[in-house]
T-cell receptor, first 113, second 114 residues
């Protein structure tokens, strides 16, 4: 039982390049989230999904797109990376009932030069 | 909508000393309250949570937190800190506002000195 995994762990992009971050969970969770973490700002929600085939905008969605084609996977895309997107990205998931706590992946450190 | 404040950006305590990390929230009703810990280079891990019932909640790693409705607080405590407790701690507030939403505080970084 791996929990929540993220790929890749590190990435360096040049301005204007694109990339996709992959999040996978093996807990059969309905809800999945993408956050970015910047110093002194805590976690800010980018996009989330309440189930397979659904996505919704969070607090800071601009410049990002997401897809949830399979229940266990949640992809975060950057179409044209900007230096302001340099951050640590975390994926999380939670079940549809019960405790409402989220389970986090180990993070992806992205640097955009 | 709910909000959460962690007044201390960082705290330094000596190993073996007691610890209290502050968390204040704003919400019209009793929210769902969480404390998470993030070790360097890791994701967040749940320490404990409160939804209802006994206002003193026990968590993992010897941590506890107390919900005080009158003060809108959910402070995290540990009687004796170990060097391995050095990490960043996040308080989070969950509430039903057009779906269940969780807001995270900015975090408090704990330094432990020998």
């Amino acid at each position: 039982n791996a929990g929540v995994t993220q790929t890749p762990k590190f990435r360096v992009l040049k301005t204007g390049q694109s990339m996709t971050l992959l999040c996978a969970q093996d807990m059969n969770h309905e809800y999945m989230y993408w956050y970015r973490q910047d110093p002194g700002m805590g976690l800010r929600l980018i996009h989330y999904s309440v189930g397979e085939g659904t996505t919704a905008k969070g607090e800071v969605p601009d410049g990002y797109n997401v897809s949830r084609l399979k229940k266990q996977n949640f992809l975060l895309g950057l179409e044209s990376a900007a230096p302001s997107q340099t951050s640590v990205y975390f994926c999380a998931s939670r079940g549809g009932t019960g405790g409402f706590e989220q389970y986090f992946g180990p993070g992806t450190r992205l640097t955009v030069t | 909508a709910q909000s959460v404040t962690q007044p201390d950006i960082h705290i330094t305590v000596s190993e073996g000393a007691s610890l209290e990390l502050r968390c204040n929230y704003s919400y019209g009703a009793t929210p769902y309250l969480f404390w998470y810990v993030q070790s360097p280079g890791q994701g967040l891990q749940l320490l404990l949570k409160y939804f209802s019932g006994d206002t003193l909640v026990q968590g993992i790693k010897g941590f506890e937190a107390e919900f005080k409705r009158s003060q809108s607080s959910f402070n995290l405590r540990k009687p004796s800190v170990h060097w391995s407790d050095a990490a960043e701690y996040f308080c989070a507030v969950g509430a039903w506002t057009g779906g269940f939403k969780t807001i995270f505080g900015a975090g408090t970084r704990l330094f432990v000195k020998a």
